[in-house]
């Protein structure tokens, strides 16, 4: 009896421990299938930045739905949407698209208090949930630039500010002269609630090359485009200076006229223009009116260096120019040529007269051109030297032993009459022919 009882128990025993068993393989299936499942209908969304005042997209979207739920709540959990139908009350959410896939959501007129985790559920077991951060940009509402002085002068120090008020994230502040881009510093920056106001300093050296070239201040934002102020520079700088010569073009020659105008810029407009000769006192001649000066008949003494002086409020310079008076042209006789005939030869000599120009302020002669006496002097050489070759050959042909038609009886008479005697009486014999004379 107390076997029987003790193999009844061991079998009941078996036969929960076998049962447990498959009890929990099953349980682990289920959980297995369930989690594959939840896997598989996986929920997502996107992060969306957009600007103040504008429209942000909200999209809740799920692969392989088996005819979830979904819904849509504001970042106070409030459902703004559950599948089609939207129980929150703003009218600034408006539906786009519903399916077994995705809700997809229009939110209009974004503005700073609407920024937050918007949250998408998916109503399956256990439940999904994933959120969407939205981020409103806020461009600067104002950007303004600020001179410490109105005008400055040259070589001195300009300095501007510019502020931007009321960006969210901060602006960055970019300087530009023309289009030349200066470096700037952060001055200040304030924060107000969820915005920032930026400020950036600029210094510059200023030149006269600047006056009138506008200083821009540009906002580097998100959510701004071309944002842009500009200040032209008022530089004040002492006259420009510059002496042109209006008449004569070349060289100034005595008893011409002569005439330079003095140029003279400067900021104040109000420039006085003053000329002088250095080293001496202007010649009683020269004639000025305003920045002219005329000369009617140039001589020599008018030679020198003059300066034209201007001033302003500013300062003063001034330009300089040397004047020097040459000799009058001189009129170059035509070449004279003269011709010596010889038998059967010309020869053809060329004299050219050189009348060489003197400059002004120099006591000595001006050089003439080495290279024109240089060719002159060659051409002379050269002509001489033929001319002795072609002599020395015509008295060379011409030299010899000449023959005449003197008497042959010359050697053998006594005196001239003797001679022509014996000539007329032939050569062979001179005895031949004999005469008398009573």
């Not at 304030?190 to 600029?202: A, P, W, Y």
């Not at 051409?379 to 030297?385: E, N, P, S």
Request: net charge negative; charged share 25%; hydrophobic share 35%.
């Amino acid at each position: 009896m107390a076997n029987t009882a003790i193999w009844s128990l061991g079998a009941s025993l078996l036969f929960f421990f076998v049962s447990a068993s498959f009890l929990q393989k099953d349980l682990q299936t289920e959980r297995e299938l369930l989690e594959n499942t939840v896997e598989e209908q996986n929920l997502v969304t996107d992060d969306v930045m957009v600007v103040e005042g504008e429209v942000a997209t909200i999209s809740c979207r799920v692969k392989n739905n088996d005819d979830s739920v979904i819904q849509l709540l504001n970042p106070n959990r409030q459902t703004i949407y559950f599948r089609d139908f939207r129980p929150l009350k703003d009218s600034r959410f408006q539906l786009v698209n519903f399916s077994n896939s995705e809700l997809r959501v229009l939110f209009s007129n974004v503005s700073l208090l609407d920024e937050g985790r918007y949250f998408c559920q998916l109503y399956t077991d256990p439940p999904q949930e994933v959120f969407s951060t939205i981020t409103v940009l806020v461009p600067p509402t104002s950007l303004l630039i600020d001179v410490r002085d109105e005008t400055v002068t040259e070589g001195e120090e300009a300095e501007l500010n510019c502020t931007a008020i009321g960006s969210k994230p901060a602006t960055k502040i970019r300087w530009f002269k023309g289009d030349k881009e200066l470096q700037g510093k952060k001055l200040s920056e304030v924060v107000e609630g969820k915005t920032v106001t930026v400020t950036s300093q600029l210094l510059m050296t200023v030149h006269s090359d600047d006056d009138g070239v506008p200083i821009t201040c540009m906002a580097d934002h998100p959510a701004a485009k071309d944002l842009q102020e500009q200040r032209p520079l008022n530089v004040l700088y002492k006259p420009k200076v510059k002496i042109s010569v209006n008449f004569p073009q070349g060289l100034t020659r005595e008893g011409e006229a002569f005439e330079m105008t003095c140029t003279a810029e400067g900021k104040p407009r109000n420039v006085a223009v003053h000329w002088l000769r250095l080293e001496d006192e202007l010649p009683a001649h020269i004639l000025l009116e305003g920045p002219n000066l005329l000369i009617n008949n140039l001589n020599k003494t008018d030679n020198g260096t003059y300066r034209c002086l201007a001033s302003n409020s500013v300062g003063e310079s001034y330009d300089d120019y040397t004047l020097r008076v040459y000799d009058p042209p001189t009129t170059i006789p035509p070449p004279t040529t003269t011709t010596t005939i010889i038998p059967t030869i010309t020869t053809t000599t060329t004299t050219i007269i050189i009348s060489p120009d003197s400059r002004a302020g120099e006591d000595d002669t001006m050089k003439v051109d080495h290279a024109v006496i240089g060719g002159v002097v060659a051409v002379v050489v050269f002509a001489m030297l033929c001319l002795v070759i072609i002599l020395g050959r015509y008295f060379a042909r011409h030299k010899g032993t000449y023959f005449t038609h003197e008497a042959k009886g010359a050697d053998d008479a006594a005196d001239a009459d003797t001679a022509i005697i014996n000539a007329e009486g032939g050569q062979n014999n001179s005895e031949e022919k004999k005469e008398y004379f009573i």
